[in-house]
């Protein structure tokens, strides 16, 4: 994952960024995209040591009264 997020500083244009392509083209930003995966790229880093950040949050299952479970709760 740090490899990837590595990898966006070398990127020079993103593919299908027209309008022919993309109805919200303007919206994006290779700049923004390339300092926020800096950022998080940066963060893995300083916390590679720390296995909680690469596990999914986990949360108590939703079950009602009547035993139905909610599995995205």
């Known amino acids: 994952m740090l490899k990837a997020f590595k990898s966006v500083d070398d990127v020079q244009n ?5 309008p022919e392509n993309c109805g919200n083209y303007l919206m994006h930003n290779l700049g923004m995209a390339k300092w926020y995966a800096a950022k998080f790229a940066d963060y893995l880093s300083c916390n ?8 999914y949050p986990k949360s ?3 079950i009602t009264e009547d035993g139905q479970s909610f599995y995205d709760s």
């Open 48 to 55: 590679a040591g720390n296995p909680e950040i690469f596990e």
């Open 60 to 62: 108590k299952r939703l």
């Open 14 to 18: 993103v593919p299908g960024t027209n």
